[in-house]
């Protein structure tokens, strides 16, 4: 009894953190659209989804089910088979959603579990199958089989409603915001006073059909015969709240000058945020909640092992359990960074400006690019002149780039295109839920956020294919979560049926493990990316460009200086193990500078107009410089790793000896360059030059003891080609270090003419 009172009790832990990631991971489908489009500050965002959440898990209980019989046949499994299905669901559902917030992916919470929760009893199955198990089946006895403890049927409709739910997201919102976009244009200021309170009624109501079917359904208050009426009397319900709707709107707009929109959109994260708490609570204490359950029943039967045929019925869950759900949930929201992690991807995905890219490009998105484009050329000619610019001007966003130009912080997109993304979402996720389709929430809310971004224009030439790319990205990882889900799950139930209590213990060690390296790699790169953009904010300002200059190239050479120093010596003792390091270093440090040097290409725009054109031509040069002294070091570090990782033969005494001085010659050179900073002079410079002169001739040396050496026969192919290597690439970092020092020399007296 004591054993499984402790897998109880860590179900319930693995609970409270699948609340936490899956809050993070889905966060983004009810906050993006009012954050994008900033209908208000955070704070005020924020309490509303709050509210929601709160209100929504009072609302859930039905869709608890899908946990307890939906997808496996309880009635045949042990509750010591149940019971540890549950816990490779869980451990699966944690580990798997902290790891794609790690990264900032949004998945589905959905599928997680329904693919979890088949792979965990397919596991437990396969056990009892290989042991020669009997089944009960109509009071006969029968030899079991896999396929006869699946809900195959259900399963399979679960998997194919998300899927569909991916097609209809997308065409419901490309023609939803196409027309919104042809009444609205993107001059709102006029078109908003004409029809914004028309439309502000359509959407509410919209979403209130979605609270009344999606969010009241499964309410702990709502009985079945309340809730019949409300569907029978949905229409009348319907045009009544558009009617009121469409007055308060008019009201506020004549008297408070409220911009409508703005009404819809914090409705439609009330109502998301319902949603989530209502629908997807099941994802994360819903598996929980039926070990407890089928724990109670097997206390009621004198702790002895029993068929949870229980788990068929109806169960009501008791308030407090959801009560203490929605405080957490609500806690993690104001809270988790990674939320805001995962936030960020769909923000940038579908932002109307362009800037730096988070995904690259695809073959397959850059072909993708490549039919549209001629395919827009293509109706451009066949449909009339006329018809043509009439639909241009609709679409054009000359004002909305003139009034972004002008605000310090724009919004990434306008209010039309955000309170479309609530009501398709409500929309199709209600009607989902009328069919008693589960849905994936996240589905439906990105990608219909993807395909009004793409109606707007937002994926230009300069952006299309690094878009599309990262919608593959994640729509790719949304596939990989099924696979994953099922795959992990499996594994764990039958390690876990083998290995008992020992198994879950060691599963625990490593899931506390798995969240602390992933919070220390999501932090790191929070740090990183708040340092690039501390920096690329301070370029913007003259006074502090060169400091700042100064600044980059001193913690860059020290790194570089470090980075030749280690390898030389490493190479000499071939410790794989650290080179490896000094290789992720100098990766790291190339990666970083490029991406630096992109982000100022975007700062120069909101530069003062006062700013000298001149200085920052020199900070650009300065970056481009550091950028190449980075990757030089990293064509030095590179091969020497995979000289040693190779097993190749080591460098002769001669040589090793001779690269110990070559390393102290370039210590000395890097350590006067940057003493050198801080004074720029002439006369400093010409030291520098000197120095080089000094090194260059150490590395004239050596390059020709090592023809000597080839032609005795002392050194092999490989080690001969990977000292070459070294000594050119040591030539390279003094040249670009030269040059950055002119390049310095120039911005000194190009800031002092400016003063």
Same mark, same amino acid.
């Given at each position: 009894?004591?054993?499984?009172?402790?897998?109880?009790?860590?179900?319930?832990?693995?609970?409270?953190?699948?609340? %936490?990631?899956?809050?993070?991971?889905?966060?983004?489908?009810? =906050?993006?659209?009012?954050?994008?489009?900033?209908?208000?500050?955070?704070?005020?965002?924020?309490?509303?989804?709050?509210?929601?959440?709160?209100?929504?898990?009072?609302?859930?209980?039905?869709? %608890?089910?899908?946990?307890?019989?939906?997808?496996?046949?309880?009635? #045949?499994?042990?509750?010591?088979?149940?019971?540890?299905?549950?816990?490779?669901? %869980?451990?699966?559902?944690?580990?798997?959603?902290?790891?794609?917030?790690?990264?900032?992916?949004?998945?589905?919470?959905?599928?997680?579990?329904?693919?979890?929760?088949?792979?965990?009893?397919?596991?437990?199955?396969?056990?009892?199958?290989?042991?020669?198990?009997?089944?009960?089946?109509?009071?006969?006895?029968?030899?079991?089989?896999?396929?006869?403890?699946?809900?195959?049927?259900?399963?399979?409709?679960?998997?194919?409603?998300?899927?569909?739910?991916?097609?209809?997201?997308?065409? #419901?919102?490309?023609?939803? &915001?196409?027309?919104?976009?042809?009444?609205?244009?993107?001059?709102?200021?006029?078109?908003?006073?004409?029809?914004?309170?028309? *439309?502000?009624?359509?959407?509410? @109501?919209?979403?209130?059909?979605?609270?009344?079917?999606?969010?009241?359904?499964?309410?702990?208050?709502?009985?079945?015969?309340?809730?019949?009426?409300?569907?029978?009397?949905?229409?009348?319900?319907?045009?009544?709240?558009?009617?009121? *709707?469409?007055?308060?709107?008019?009201?506020?707009?004549?008297?408070?000058?409220?911009?409508?929109?703005?009404?819809?959109?914090?409705?439609?994260?009330?109502?998301?945020?319902?949603?989530?708490?209502?629908?997807?609570?099941?994802?994360?204490?819903?598996?929980?909640?039926?070990?407890?359950?089928?724990?109670?029943?097997?206390?009621?039967?004198?702790?002895?092992?029993?068929?949870? /045929?229980?788990?068929?019925?109806?169960?009501?869950?008791?308030?407090?359990?959801?009560?203490?759900?929605?405080?957490?949930?609500?806690?993690?929201?104001?809270?988790?960074?990674?939320?805001?992690?995962? +936030?960020?991807?769909?923000?940038?995905?579908?932002?109307?400006?362009?800037? @730096?890219?988070?995904?690259?490009?695809?073959?397959?998105?850059?072909?993708?690019?490549?039919?549209?484009?001629?395919?827009?050329?293509?109706?451009?000619?066949?449909?009339?002149?006329?018809?043509?610019?009439?639909?241009?001007?609709?679409?054009?966003? +000359?004002?909305?780039?003139?009034?972004?130009?002008?605000?310090?912080?724009?919004?990434?997109?306008?209010?039309?295109?955000?309170?479309?993304?609530?009501?398709?979402?409500?929309?199709?996720?209600?009607?989902?839920?009328?069919?008693?389709?589960?849905?994936?929430?996240?589905?439906?809310? #990105?990608?219909?956020?993807?395909?009004?971004?793409?109606?707007?224009?937002?994926?230009?030439?300069?952006?299309?294919?690094?878009?599309?790319?990262?919608?593959?990205?994640?729509?790719?990882?949304?596939?990989? +979560?099924?696979? /994953?889900?099922?795959?992990?799950?499996?594994?764990?139930?039958?390690?876990?049926?083998? /290995?008992?209590?020992?198994?879950?213990?060691?599963?625990?060690? #490593?899931?506390?493990?798995?969240?602390?390296?992933?919070?220390?790699?999501?932090?790191?790169?929070?740090?990183?990316?708040?340092?690039?953009? !501390?920096?690329?904010?301070?370029?913007?300002?003259?006074?502090?460009?060169? &400091?700042?200059?100064?600044?980059?190239?001193?913690?860059?050479?020290?790194?570089?200086?470090?980075?030749?120093?280690?390898?030389?010596? =490493?190479?000499?003792? !071939?410790?794989?193990?650290?080179?490896?390091?000094?290789?992720?270093?100098?990766? &790291?440090?190339?990666?970083?500078?490029?991406?630096?040097?992109?982000?100022?290409? &975007?700062?120069?725009?909101?530069?003062?107009?006062?700013?000298?054109?001149?200085?920052?031509?020199?900070?650009?040069?300065?970056?481009?410089?550091?950028?190449?002294?980075?990757?030089?070091?990293?064509?030095?570090?590179?091969?020497?790793?995979?000289?040693?990782?190779?097993?190749?033969?080591?460098?002769?005494?001669?040589?090793?000896?001779?690269?110990?001085?070559?390393?102290?010659?370039?210590? +000395?050179?890097?350590?006067?360059?940057?003493?050198?900073?801080?004074?720029?002079?002439?006369?400093?410079?010409?030291?520098?030059?000197? !120095?080089?002169?000094?090194?260059?001739?150490?590395?004239?040396?050596?390059?020709?003891?090592?023809?000597? @050496?080839?032609?005795?026969?002392?050194?092999?192919?490989?080690?001969?080609?990977?000292?070459?290597?070294?000594?050119?690439?040591?030539?390279?970092?003094?040249?670009?270090?030269?040059?950055?020092?002119?390049?310095?020399?120039?911005?000194?007296?190009?800031?002092? !003419?400016?003063?």
């Amino acid at each position: 009894m004591s054993l499984y009172i402790l897998f109880l009790v860590v179900l319930f832990c693995l609970a409270i953190s699948d609340l %936490m990631v899956g809050v993070a991971n889905d966060a983004v489908n009810f =906050l993006n659209s009012a954050i994008g489009s900033k209908v208000a500050t955070r704070r005020v965002i924020m309490i509303v989804a709050s509210v929601g959440i709160m209100a929504g898990a009072l609302f859930s209980n039905g869709m %608890m089910e899908v946990a307890r019989k939906g997808l496996f046949f309880p009635q #045949f499994f042990l509750f010591s088979e149940v019971i540890l299905i549950f816990l490779a669901v %869980m451990f699966t559902d944690v580990l798997l959603l902290d790891f794609f917030n790690t990264f900032g992916l949004p998945t589905s919470t959905t599928v997680s579990m329904v693919f979890g929760l088949l792979g965990a009893a397919v596991g437990m199955a396969f056990l009892k199958v290989g042991d020669g198990g009997l089944i009960m089946v109509d009071g006969v006895n029968k030899i079991a089989e896999i396929g006869d403890f699946i809900n195959s049927s259900k399963a399979l409709a679960i998997i194919s409603s998300i899927l569909l739910s991916v097609v209809f997201s997308v065409v #419901f919102g490309v023609v939803v &915001q196409w027309i919104s976009r042809l009444i609205f244009s993107f001059n709102t200021e006029k078109t908003i006073k004409y029809y914004g309170s028309l *439309w502000g009624g359509v959407a509410i @109501s919209a979403i209130t059909y979605f609270i009344l079917i999606k969010g009241m359904k499964d309410a702990t208050f709502m009985s079945k015969e309340n809730y019949e009426i409300i569907k029978e009397n949905t229409l009348a319900i319907l045009a009544v709240t558009f009617v009121l *709707w469409v007055l308060v709107l008019q009201l506020l707009t004549w008297i408070f000058n409220t911009n409508p929109l703005k009404i819809v959109v914090l409705a439609g994260t009330l109502a998301l945020s319902m949603a989530f708490a209502g629908n997807d609570l099941v994802n994360f204490i819903g598996v929980p909640l039926a070990g407890f359950e089928a724990f109670k029943a097997f206390s009621a039967n004198g702790g002895h092992d029993l068929l949870m /045929a229980v788990l068929l019925g109806d169960i009501q869950t008791p308030a407090y359990f959801l009560i203490v759900a929605g405080i957490i949930m609500v806690i993690t929201l104001w809270l988790s960074k990674k939320a805001r992690t995962v +936030t960020e991807t769909e923000l940038k995905l579908s932002r109307q400006d362009e800037g @730096s890219e988070r995904f690259g490009s695809s073959v397959f998105s850059r072909m993708l690019v490549r039919r549209v484009v001629s395919m827009d050329t293509f109706f451009n000619t066949v449909l009339p002149k006329s018809l043509v610019e009439k639909m241009s001007k609709r679409f054009d966003q +000359t004002q909305l780039v003139n009034r972004n130009v002008k605000e310090v912080d724009p919004p990434m997109f306008d209010l039309v295109r955000a309170s479309v993304n609530m009501m398709v979402a409500a929309i199709l996720i209600a009607i989902g839920t009328s069919y008693k389709l589960p849905l994936s929430t996240t589905y439906v809310t #990105f990608m219909v956020a993807m395909s009004t971004s793409l109606v707007d224009g937002a994926w230009g030439r300069d952006s299309a294919v690094y878009r599309i790319t990262g919608v593959f990205t994640v729509i790719g990882g949304w596939f990989m +979560t099924g696979l /994953a889900a099922f795959t992990v799950a499996f594994l764990l139930s039958i390690f876990m049926g083998w /290995a008992q209590l020992i198994g879950v213990l060691l599963l625990i060690s #490593f899931a506390v493990f798995a969240f602390y390296r992933s919070n220390i790699a999501h932090n790191q790169r929070e740090i990183d990316k708040l340092e690039t953009a !501390e920096e690329v904010e301070e370029t913007k300002s003259k006074d502090t460009m060169f &400091q700042k200059c100064n600044k980059a190239i001193i913690k860059t050479l020290n790194t570089i200086n470090g980075l030749y120093h280690d390898t030389s010596g =490493l190479l000499i003792s !071939e410790d794989r193990k650290e080179l490896k390091k000094q290789w992720k270093i100098s990766t &790291q440090l190339e990666e970083k500078l490029l991406n630096k040097r992109n982000k100022l290409y &975007q700062a120069i725009p909101d530069s003062p107009a006062s700013d000298s054109v001149e200085a920052t031509h020199f900070y650009v040069l300065t970056l481009d410089y550091l950028r190449e002294l980075a990757h030089c070091t990293k064509l030095l570090v590179e091969p020497v790793y995979n000289h040693v990782d190779n097993n190749h033969k080591p460098l002769i005494a001669a040589q090793a000896e001779e690269l110990t001085k070559l390393a102290a010659q370039v210590d +000395t050179f890097l350590k006067l360059v940057i003493s050198s900073l801080e004074d720029n002079s002439q006369l400093k410079l010409d030291n520098v030059i000197a !120095e080089q002169v000094k090194v260059n001739t150490m590395v004239k040396e050596l390059r020709k003891n090592l023809i000597k @050496s080839i032609k005795r026969k002392e050194v092999g192919s490989k080690t001969s080609m990977l000292y070459l290597s070294i000594l050119s690439e040591t030539r390279n970092i003094l040249i670009y270090s030269v040059n950055m020092m002119r390049i310095q020399l120039d911005f000194t007296v190009s800031v002092k !003419e400016e003063k």
